[in-house]
């Protein structure tokens, strides 16, 4: 639902996209979010789609076919709006929830100071498809301050070096039809968003 937002009065933070990892355990991607100062990081557990689709992002690469968050970046642009910022607000029973804040392509830009224009408008999104359409579109991602002192973990630069060089070569040895078997052998489950246990 796209609602016209209202001003945040609570403390926020720029967070920026660390990377991808492998949770050793499960073999579930994680996106991790890093405050400015890098010492503390979130991490958020996503399917491997999702993962693609924020590397994908990340890399600035350019399918023979638009993914789905290449074909929502365009679809804003048609419709004249832009994509002012993420804010990831809520963790609720171990849940990440977050909103995109779109404005009209001619709207004021936001002051420095981080106020927003009335005009906003407010979209419920899940964070790995907010992620995933911030990276393309140069947009800032903001979490409030409770949600990083909640789910944060401290930095390891080591840990995180590993973790996300097992990704890659777990992405590079996936091929398509094993991706497929993997998906249909897990057969349904709950979205790894929506369990978030060991973060929060």
Partial sequence: ????????????VE???????????????????????GCRQVPIWIDQSQAHNIMAGLQGSDPPR????????????AG???????????????????????SQADQTEADDDGDEGEDLI???????DAIALAVRTGSSIWMLEEV????????????????????S????DLSPAALVRHLRDRGPQQDPELDQSDDG
């Fill in 1 to 12: 639902m796209a609602i016209i937002g209202q001003p945040w009065s609570d403390a926020m």
């Fill in 15 to 37: 967070m920026s996209v660390a990377g991808i990892a492998l949770d050793a355990a499960s073999r579930t991607p994680i996106v991790l979010l890093r405050d400015p100062n």
């Fill in 66 to 77: 638009p993914l789905s968050h290449d074909l929502m970046a365009t679809l804003l642009v």
């Fill in 80 to 102: 004249g709006l832009e994509l002012d910022r993420v804010i990831i607000h809520a963790i609720e029973d171990s849940t990440f929830h977050a909103v995109l804040k779109l």
């Fill in 122 to 128: 407010e979209v419920d999104a899940r964070p790995s």
């Fill in 148 to 167: 990083v002192a909640e789910a944060s973990i401290a930095v390891d630069a080591e840990a995180d070096a590993r973790d996300q060089s097992d990704f």
């Fill in 169 to 172: 070569r777990f992405v590079d």
